[in-house]
């Protein structure tokens, strides 16, 4: 028997770029990805089990009150959460599984989950920060003071994280990314097979 | 002001290839070695400051009563220690500084140093272990029996250690040891300046 993956989970405020940083994991074979469970209606292109797990309100009520879901939430009137068995059947597979998830909801996966890892997505500067926020030209300027002052109290629990990757550059934070989870996958506790394996070879 | 180095404490049963493998991190930049002091005498083309720091027994003692050394053993009637200035300075040159040492000692280190990262070398098999002994062609069999009796007492306090690197190939090893660095390079606490940076941008 082999070991197992580990669950990554990856933060940060509003504007850090860590969505684009997700998108271009998922081009590395090692990582998969958390696929959230919702009652909205699927939009045209979504795809079953490949952007969301969609159900109806009473099957998600039900896994929910089984503790199925690793977090969930309410918005626009619609349910969304985080379902644990595919987390789980991924890990299994030994794969490094992607959740993108905001700073509050990341510390309570934290306490839930151990050996999860969380890291948290900087932008390199908060004038870096506010400059993509005007730049998206989708949010009134109330909405970017309001974002920008989010990210300020983000940024405080930055120390409730065990890995801080500066996103300056897509492509280098993305490299980060894969040097930590290579690393980690280096821990005692996530090689007790391989470890009782060489102690046995005698 | 920039955040420091840390020290990399690279320990393993006698025969695991540690000494090889801290011979091969020797040609990466950012590492630096922890160079011993001694009251032995030097040997032909030793020297000082470079494979040992040498002194004089009261020296030595002196150092030692200080405070000055990290860990201190005698041998042979010789004193050996490893000098704590040279270790600050090189973390302030923001290296990662090498130590390599036996599986005790490096725990001992551990519990004084904050912040500093261990990492336990082991053979792929106790088998390859015995057969890189035997293969030395330098020690008695008793002495291998010893040596082979002593790696899997050491083994057992593996769980003690950060990061374990299995060493069947010297340049994966020393691959992964990088990677190892690289990673812990992303600590919160290792970017405290760097944090106070970016959120003071504002």
Do not use: W
């Not at 952007?51 to 939430?73: M, V």
């Amino acid at each position: 028997m082999s070991d197992e993956g580990m669950l990554i989970i990856i933060s940060g405020p509003s504007g850090s770029g860590k969505g684009t940083i997700v998108k271009k994991l998922r081009k590395i074979d090692d990582f998969a990805f958390s696929i959230s469970m919702t009652t909205r209606e699927p939009r045209f292109g979504e795809e079953h089990g490949v952007d969301y797990f969609f159900c109806d309100r009473n099957e998600f009520i039900k896994i929910r009150d089984q503790g199925g879901f690793l977090e969930h939430a309410q918005f626009c009137g619609n349910l969304y959460g985080t379902p644990k068995f595919y987390i789980d059947e991924q890990i299994k597979k030994e794969k490094f599984v992607v959740l993108e998830i905001d700073v509050n909801g990341a510390l309570q996966v934290k306490e839930k989950i151990d050996n999860c890892i969380l890291i948290f997505v900087i932008p390199p500067s908060i004038d870096e920060l506010k400059k993509r926020l005007v730049g998206r030209n989708t949010e009134t300027p109330q909405k970017i003071m309001d974002r920008l002052a989010r990210a300020k109290e983000e940024v405080k629990l930055i120390y409730g994280y065990d890995y801080i990757v500066v996103n300056d550059d897509v492509d280098t934070a993305v490299k980060k990314i894969n040097t930590i989870a290579k690393a980690e996958r280096l821990r005692p506790a996530r090689n007790k097979f391989m470890i009782k394996k060489i102690i046995g070879g005698d």
